[in-house]
């Protein structure tokens, strides 16, 4: 199954504003993330059950799989010290 990805424009903006090789390590995540929302070294989020994150270097995307309609949707990407201060 393939899962279509969806990411926020809060997210989307954060993104741009990285550095080329920053992003395209990011981009690279998520665009993996369509053939497995679930790879190694997932984690379930503590405070909701629902999002789940992967790390990439220093930074955190945060999304939620909506298995029904094979959706991964990133709600956040951020820095490993605020990403989950936004999430709030």
Avoid at 18 to 32: E, F, G, S, T, V
Avoid at 57 to 82: A, M, N, T
Wanted: positive net charge; charged residues 30%.
């Amino acid at each position: 199954m393939t899962y279509k990805i969806s990411i926020d424009q809060k997210a989307l903006a954060f993104l741009a504003k990285l550095p080329p090789k920053i992003r395209r390590q990011i981009a690279n995540k998520i665009d993996k993330l369509a053939s497995n929302p679930r790879p190694a070294g997932v984690k379930i989020i503590q405070q909701d059950k629902s999002l789940c994150r992967i790390r990439s270097g220093d930074y955190r995307i945060v999304y939620q799989i909506r298995q029904q309609q094979l959706l991964v949707l990133v709600v956040g990407i951020g820095h490993r010290k605020e990403v989950y201060k936004k999430l709030r």
